[in-house]
């Protein structure tokens, strides 16, 4: 049974930082591990990859050079490090696993199981 839990969200101004936080639990060892958000009225969207299989990492454009995202296996824990934070990053963010590993792209598919999100607000 996999289960995952955020924390870390909050309020930052303009230019501020946050590290989220999405602990694990249950087989996730080889899996895919993402983070996501959604903004009110608008549609979830991927924001960064942690592909476990090549140890590789992948980022939206829009955080592309802000956002580190990162695991720790020892403590079970994925991490999004967010700087330079502007206001159209504000969303509820959700920890994602996928044990679907498409070979063919090298990318994970179907995220199936989720977190309950943590907000993340940014005021200018």
């Known amino acids: 049974q996999v289960h995952l839990v955020e924390s870390g969200g909050g309020s930052v101004q303009t230019g501020g930082s946050l590290r989220l936080s999405c602990a694990t639990s249950?087989?996730?060892?080889?899996?895919?591990l993402a983070w996501f958000r959604q903004a009110p009225g608008k549609e979830r969207e991927a924001v960064a990859h942690?592909?476990?299989?090549?140890?590789?990492?992948l980022y939206a454009d829009s955080v592309d050079g802000r956002f580190t995202i990162s695991r720790d296996t020892a403590k079970n824990t994925l991490y999004l490090q967010m700087n330079s934070l502007k206001p159209e990053d504000t969303a509820m963010y959700f920890c994602?696993?996928?044990?679907?590993?498409?070979?063919?792209?090298?990318?994970?598919?179907?995220?199936?199981?989720w977190g309950q999100g943590t907000q993340v607000t940014v005021s200018s």
């Open positions: 994602a696993a996928s044990s679907t590993w498409v070979a063919t792209v090298r990318r994970c598919a179907d995220y199936t199981y």
């Open positions: 942690y592909l476990t299989r090549v140890s590789s990492t």
């Open positions: 249950g087989p996730t060892k080889a899996y895919c």
